[in-house]
């Protein structure tokens, strides 16, 4: 008896070929419109917390991104 495997297609990437996690992008565009958490404070927060230096202007990139 021979068995498949069969799975599902992945969904498409918000940021396509990107190395961010569509969960990062999530949590960046809702910390900015939901919880107003500017970009540059959401940068400072994400240094602090996991040692990554991500300009605000990559940030402002994923933002538009998730439109």
């Known amino acids: 008896m021979?068995?498949?495997?069969?799975?599902?297609?992945?969904?498409?990437?918000?940021?396509?070929?990107?190395?961010?996690?569509?969960r990062v992008v999530i949590d960046t565009v809702l910390n900015k419109h939901v919880a107003h958490l500017p970009l540059y404070r959401q940068s400072v927060l994400l240094e602090r917390d996991t040692g990554l230096e991500i300009s605000r202007d990559t940030m402002d990139g994923w933002v538009d991104a998730g439109r």
Request: charged share 20%.
């Open 2 to 22: 021979e068995s498949t495997v069969i799975a599902a297609p992945l969904a498409d990437a918000i940021i396509p070929k990107s190395l961010v996690s569509d």
